[in-house]
């Protein structure tokens, strides 16, 4: 299979399409620790990978999401935090949002922020989602400062 590599201002890792990189069943040994139910009351809680192969692992108490995200070139020690919102319009149902800001000790900061939105439904197995990812340019390049795309992200564990 071909691996294709894409780096996104040079900054921003994104690998695609390399299932080798990281643990299909236990992507940094994320599922080693299950999400209690006291933390997941949005009933998502847990680990996700999208169709990059990156990963993400969040709680949800109290109406607030906080958790890790690991980009698909990323490393345990490499993620990023990631912090939301969701509401449940029935039990069956969760929508969120959550952002990142790409800077850590380890790949430093990119001068990006993605903000994604989406859906999940009970009886499907992929949170589906849109977001804008906004990197820093000068403001005479204002016009090419934010990309907006999808993610469906599958539930690991
Ligand atoms: C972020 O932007 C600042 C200001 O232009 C720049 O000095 C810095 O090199 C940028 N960071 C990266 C990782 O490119």
């Not at 690998?15 to 998502?44: K, R």
Request: glycine share 8%.
């Amino acid at each position: 299979m071909m691996h294709l590599a894409a780096i996104v201002c040079g900054l921003l890792p994104i690998v695609l399409g390399s299932q080798m990189l990281i643990a299909v069943d236990n992507p940094f040994g994320l599922c080693d620790l299950a999400v209690p139910d006291h933390q997941n009351e949005c009933g998502i809680a847990g680990v996700w990978r999208n169709q990059l192969q990156s990963v993400m692992k969040f709680t949800c108490i109290g109406g607030h999401i906080e958790g890790k995200y690991f980009t698909s070139v990323g490393n345990a020690d490499g993620f990023y935090t990631l912090s939301g919102k969701y509401l449940k319009p029935d039990d069956d149902t969760t929508v969120v949002g959550w952002v990142v800001a790409f800077s850590n000790d380890m790949y430093g900061n990119s001068n990006s922020t993605t903000a994604w939105s989406g859906i999940h439904y009970a009886d499907e197995s992929t949170l589906y989602t849109h977001w804008l990812l906004t990197h820093f340019y000068p403001r005479a390049q204002l016009w090419k400062t934010t990309m907006i795309n999808h993610d469906d992200f599958k539930k690991v564990c």
